[in-house]
């Protein structure tokens, strides 16, 4: 397993499931991690808004430029409006900020071997604190965000738990660390030799309700996804677009138990 270097240190995106991003915000009510070998996004939802108008921000980052840029053209392929296109500097680096009244981007190569976009939506809230938003608003909200993003620290997406089984070949893929108020949810996705992904969180918010008993344990069964409760956790099976047949499926998620935080839960 790598070793925890921040990205001003030489560490690599996603490395191990590493989360690099962090946030000097002040204002943080929920904050969520993603992580994949050369991927990483940071999404941080604050109270009270911005004063230039938005209350949810998130930062994707990579380790190629053409990465970055597939993953843009995907996400803003349906935004609504034909974007304005100003060239600035975020952090002393060239950086080109695209916006609309609805949104706004800056896409800007923080470090060496790391490129980023941050971007917002306005009018999420209401009041309104912002109806109308011109070029110098959206400037400022993306400058304002940039300068809040942080690189030198890094921690390790663990889980709680093992699976004492899954199917042949699987391995851990990626990560989600979310902070919504004062619990923790915890997703890894598990790569199948496929090439598809199927996902296990656990957290302690959700209710499990059973409806069906496999193998003797009683479990909660929907059409994309399972849930069992062990030990005060729920466990949520998603397939994801990895194709497990139903009995994967469920003797996945019944094979969980609880242990000491790992960052492989299949070692």
Not at 156 to 164: D, I, V
Not at 178 to 198: A, I, N, Q, Y
């Amino acid at each position: 397993m790598p070793g925890l270097a921040p990205l001003t240190a030489g560490g690599t995106l996603g490395q191990g499931r590493q989360l690099h991003l962090d946030t000097t915000d002040a204002t943080p009510f929920t904050i969520r991690w993603d992580s994949a070998d050369g991927f990483e996004a940071l999404e941080v939802g604050r109270y009270p808004t911005s004063r230039f108008g938005y209350d949810l921000f998130r930062v994707m980052a990579y380790t190629t430029g053409p990465a970055l840029d597939a993953a843009i053209a995907e996400r803003q392929a349906n935004w609504p409006g034909k974007a304005a296109v100003e060239q600035l500097s975020a952090g002393g680096r060239p950086a080109t900020l695209r916006w609309t009244n609805d949104w706004a981007t800056l896409r800007w190569q923080p470090l060496d071997g790391v490129w980023a976009l941050a971007e917002v939506k306005f009018h999420r809230m209401q009041p309104d604190p912002m109806p109308v938003i011109g070029a110098a608003e959206a400037r400022a909200a993306m400058l304002e965000v940039a300068a809040s993003i942080r690189y030198d620290r890094v921690l390790r997406c663990a889980a709680q738990y093992q699976l004492t089984w899954a199917p042949p070949g699987t391995r851990v893929r990626s990560c989600m660390v979310e902070l919504p108020g004062l619990s923790t949810t915890t997703s890894l996705g598990f790569e199948v030799p496929s090439g598809g992904v199927f996902f296990v969180t656990d957290t302690t918010t959700d209710e499990v309700k059973p409806n069906k008993t496999y193998a003797g344990h009683p479990v909660e069964e929907g059409r994309d996804g399972s849930q069992i409760a062990i030990d005060g956790h729920q466990y949520t099976i998603e397939r994801g677009d990895a194709g497990l047949s139903r009995d994967s499926l469920l003797r996945t998620l019944v094979g969980i138990r609880p242990g000491p935080a790992t960052a492989d839960p299949l070692a």
